[in-house]
C-alpha cells in the first residue's frame, strides 16, 4: 500500500524541508491544551506561559516560513498574532472595572470571528469566481464566434462554407 499520496494531503502544502510542521501543529495544540491543567500556579503565570509558548510558535513559523505558498504563511502568521491578542487581553479583567471588562470582552469576541469572517469572504469570492467561470463557458459553448476576433461573421449568420450555393466553391458537401 502507497501511503505517499495519503500523507501528501496532510503535508503537501508544506515545503519538502518543513514537512514536520504538520505534526509540529498538533503538538502545538497539544501543549497550549495541556498548560492550564499542569500550570496550577494560578491565572497569570498560566496566561504568561501561553503567551511566551505563542510567541515561540510565531517566532519559529516566521523564521522557517513552512508553507509552499506566501500567503499561506502570511495566513497563519495573523492567525497567531490574533490568538496572541485574545490571549493578552485576558490579563485585563485583574485589575479592572466592570465596564472595561464588558469591552475587552467584547473585543475578544470580536477577535475570535476574524477567521470566520475570513472564511465566509473567502467563500463568497470562490463562489462568485466559480459563476463568472461558468457563465463564460456557458457563453462561449453557444456562441463559439464571441472570443474568436479574427471572425467578421455576426452569431445570427452561417459561415459561407455552410449556406446552399457556396458549397460546391468549398467541397464540403460533395460526393466523389
Not at 108 to 127: D, I, K, T
Not at 136 to 163: H, V
Request: proline share 5%.
Amino acid at each position: 500500500m502507497k501511503l505517499k499520496p495519503f500523507l501528501d494531503s496532510f503535508q503537501g502544502c508544506f515545503k519538502d524541508n518543513c514537512r514536520c510542521f504538520a505534526g509540529l501543529f498538533f503538538l502545538y495544540r497539544i501543549l497550549l491544551v495541556l498548560i492550564p491543567i499542569y500550570s496550577s500556579d494560578g491565572k497569570f503565570w498560566n496566561i504568561i506561559i501561553k503567551e511566551a509558548l505563542i510567541l515561540c510558535i510565531l517566532f519559529l513559523h516566521y523564521l522557517c516560513a513552512p508553507f509552499q505558498k506566501k500567503f499561506h504563511n502570511h495566513i497563519k502568521s495573523f492567525l497567531l498574532i490574533d490568538l496572541i491578542l485574545i490571549n493578552t487581553l485576558q490579563f485585563t479583567p485583574f485589575n479592572s472595572d466592570n465596564g472595561t471588562t464588558t469591552l475587552v470582552a467584547v473585543f475578544q469576541v470580536v477577535l475570535m470571528s476574524l477567521p470566520l469572517v475570513y472564511l465566509l469572504c473567502y467563500m463568497g469570492r470562490y463562489v462568485c469566481c466559480m459563476r463568472h467561470c461558468f457563465s463564460n463557458k456557458f457563453n462561449t459553448a453557444t456562441s463559439p464566434s464571441s472570443n474568436n476576433n479574427n471572425n467578421i461573421y455576426n452569431d445570427g449568420e452561417l459561415p459561407p462554407r455552410l449556406l446552399p450555393g457556396f458549397a460546391e466553391t468549398y467541397k464540403t458537401f460533395m460526393n466523389n
